[in-house]
């Protein structure tokens, strides 16, 4: 008895996995579907910020900076589209912020610009873990690379301030 069962059993096992009739679906993107999240120098240029540029002085100052010049040659690239660099290792990234600090010339290390290059890292760490992710909303990635823009140009204001003051003389209470 058992042994009849046993074969009955096998046969129905057998007669199920042989169906091999599987449907398979294939999901074809459109140009616009792709179009609709990849991000573009359009879309970039379209991001509304306060773009603050160094002054003279401070020019003088970053020129041997040479991790603020690397980082100013991957936010250029940025605003041309440009996210390789972003969407990167996240080790490299992290890396060039810690640099960055690291190798600060001694005139521009203010509590200040020490703040201002904390929330540079991280929100280039958001943008870099936002653009790693493929399920994320474009608009949600356009809104990361808004505040990193923003958050590099209040480096920017902050190190010109700096200048700003110190050709003023202008004195701090103690």
Request: charged share 30%; glycine share 2%; proline share 2%.
């Amino acid at each position: 008895m058992r042994l009849v069962l046993l074969f009955c059993l096998s046969i129905c096992v057998f007669v199920t996995s042989c169906k091999t009739d599987k449907v398979s679906e294939v999901i074809v993107e459109t140009q616009e579907q792709i179009d609709a999240k990849t991000i573009s120098k359009k879309d970039i240029e379209s991001i509304r910020y306060d773009d603050f540029g160094l002054s003279r002085d401070s020019e003088k100052a970053v020129t041997d900076w040479q991790k603020y010049q690397e980082l100013e040659i991957q936010i250029d690239l940025l605003k041309q589209g440009d996210l390789s660099y972003f969407s990167g290792d996240p080790l490299i990234v992290k890396t060039l912020l810690q640099e960055l600090r690291s190798e600060m010339p001694q005139q521009l290390q203010t509590n200040e610009i020490s703040a201002r290059i904390t929330a540079l890292d991280t929100k280039v760490q958001k943008l870099n873990s936002l653009l790693t992710i493929s399920n994320i909303d474009k608009t949600e990635k356009l809104q990361a690379i808004r505040e990193l823009l923003v958050t590099i140009s209040n480096l920017n204001l902050q190190i010109n301030k700096k200048f700003e003051f110190e050709k003023n003389n202008v004195l701090k209470p103690q």
